[in-house]
């Protein structure tokens, strides 16, 4: 009786605790989101308790319809966890060994003899990742393509990324167990777990708690994400998931339940490089290690780890590419060891005084793209993703108490100036390009081909946001609208051959022949364009 009395007074004592820790929680999270910086679902748990759980923004913007805690969100590279279990049950059931060679499931691949499944689940075999989605559509396909590329570097001596190490482990699953990879994954983790709500083949997925994915999300205005017309990148991140899924993943590698214990402790160790092992990532915050993995692309950004000594799960899933995912959580992991923490101040900018910020300002090696949209300032550098700004004054803005932009005026008052503070410490000093930037077309369907310049599109003074060529001389084949002849910064077509979204995919050109192209940037989120054959 004594001991029942003593549990019932603990309970009582910890409860306020945890109260205290979801109220800051959600205060942190509904501050994000009125600035528009979160849209999504998180669920917290502590030795398998949930403490938090939550949803915020639009699972569909044009409707209106609110996130849940049963939205559906792909999950993109976290699938790689689900790959590597797969994997380990198999070797645990003595079908594969992570010491099997690549030659012995694909004799003729270079240099096949000295890879290992081992390397392939840890990103040290350097095979390079590319996985251009044009290569992917079956395994002789890609096998030839990526068979064709010179690794980066000797199998085992280094590190490096590769999401193609991991397209090739999925064809291995199928070689193993004669069924596809998506199969394997539902039969051994997600129908055993009751994962219910995960799956692949996203865009045939009906359910009504299903969250699109933006490139853009307000109040007023969004954007649809590109959308793969395929189920890629497969083993190497096509599920999607919710987050009281993923926490039923964690718990069954907790309580072993998917994998011994000898098992899960080996892939939980650093292969080579302290940040990975066989198919996890690894990190320490607070002399705390902690296990599992991220996930990022169009449209969608995912977030899980368990602390390994205090049993402390933290899953965040967003469904807009401009969600503050990453600065969010090392105040989510303060709050939780009771540390000090900050809820940024998040000043009102006016659209107009945002509209006066826009530009190119440049360095001698950089350029750095500023636009706005509907009270949200997006910051862009070359090839990284771009990043909604955290408003703090009319000229100050960041994206955390290390990454700030600041606008400078000068003497005559206007703001020609962007001093940017990095997270290494570094400051860059960018000036207002003030030569005339545009649009352009590239591709092989146009003369100068992929590798050259843009072409070029005109302009109306009278309607600056319309840019055309009339009358323009095209070849069969494809291209893309692209700003500034910068990469970083194209538009494409989305797969339902009609919207237009970044990094998507080519516009067809099916005949030679003289054409109109109309690009509309007058509703920048939401581009418009033409391209059809001259009237004779």
Not at 61 to 79: G, H, I, M, Q
Not at 406 to 428: A, C, E, P, S, Y
Request: charged share 25%; with cysteine.
């Amino acid at each position: 009786m004594k001991s029942i009395l003593t549990c019932i007074v603990l309970m009582f004592a910890m409860h306020p605790l945890l109260s205290q820790k979801s109220q800051k929680l959600e205060q942190l999270f509904s501050t994000y989101e009125k600035a528009g910086l979160f849209s999504g679902s998180v669920l917290i748990a502590e030795k398998g308790k949930i403490i938090f759980e939550n949803s915020y923004g639009y699972r569909n913007a044009p409707k209106k319809e609110k996130n849940t805690n049963n939205s559906l969100y792909r999950v993109f590279s976290t699938t790689k966890m689900f790959t590597a279990t797969v994997i380990f049950q198999l070797e645990e059931q003595g079908k594969l060994s992570l010491n099997d060679k690549l030659s012995k499931y694909y004799p003729d691949f270079p240099k096949g003899d000295s890879i290992t499944i081992a390397q392939l689940l840890s990103h040290t075999s350097g095979i390079p990742n590319d996985t251009n989605s044009e290569y992917t559509l079956n395994e002789e396909t890609f096998l030839k393509y990526i068979a064709a590329k010179p690794l980066n570097f000797s199998p085992g001596k280094d590190w490096d990324y590769s999401n193609s190490g991991y397209y090739i482990l999925g064809y291995i699953i199928k070689k193993v167990t004669g069924l596809n990879y998506d199969q394997v994954i539902e039969n051994n983790i997600l129908k055993p777990l009751k994962m219910n709500h995960s799956g692949f083949n996203f865009n045939n997925v009906t359910d009504e708690n299903k969250a699109f994915g933006y490139e853009f999300l307000s109040a007023k205005r969004s954007n649809e994400a590109l959308r793969f017309k395929t189920d890629h990148p497969f083993a190497a991140g096509a599920m999607y998931s919710t987050v009281e899924d993923i926490f039923k993943f964690n718990e069954a590698l907790k309580n072993y339940t998917l994998l011994k214990k000898e098992t899960t402790d080996k892939a939980f160790t650093p292969y080579l490089k302290d940040h990975y092992g066989l198919g996890f990532q690894i990190s320490m915050d607070f002399d705390k290690k902690r296990i599992g993995h991220d996930g990022g692309g169009p449209g969608y950004r995912s977030r899980y780890y368990r602390v390994l000594d205090d049993d402390i799960c933290v899953i965040l899933i967003s469904n807009s590419e401009l969600s503050h995912s990453d600065f969010i959580i090392p105040q989510v992991e303060k709050i939780l060891y009771n540390k000090p923490y900050s809820i940024p101040s998040i000043a009102k900018v006016s659209a107009e005084d945002l509209k006066k910020l826009e530009g190119v300002y440049s360095t001698e090696n950089s350029n750095f793209y500023i636009t706005s949209n509907d009270g949200q300032l997006v910051f862009k550098e070359g090839s990284y993703p771009r990043n909604a700004l955290l408003p703090k004054s009319k000229t100050s803005f960041q994206l955390d108490e290390k990454f700030t932009c600041t606008f400078q005026r000068d003497q005559d008052g206007k703001i020609n100036t962007l001093v940017i503070h990095f997270w290494d410490g570094t400051v860059k000093t960018a000036k207002r390009k003030t030569n005339t930037l545009a649009w352009g077309i590239i591709g092989n369907a146009t003369p100068n081909g992929w590798d050259g310049k843009d072409i070029l599109l005109q302009t109306d003074p009278k309607n600056p946001n319309i840019y055309f060529l009339k009358n323009y001389t095209l070849k069969k084949g494809n291209l893309k609208f692209r700003f500034n002849n910068d990469w970083g910064y194209n538009l494409g077509l989305n797969n339902d051959n009609k919207s237009i979204a970044f990094d998507a995919y080519d516009f067809p050109i099916h005949e030679d022949g003289i054409y109109d192209i109309v690009l509309d940037m007058t509703n920048a989120v939401q581009p418009q364009y033409s391209i059809k054959k001259s009237n004779p």
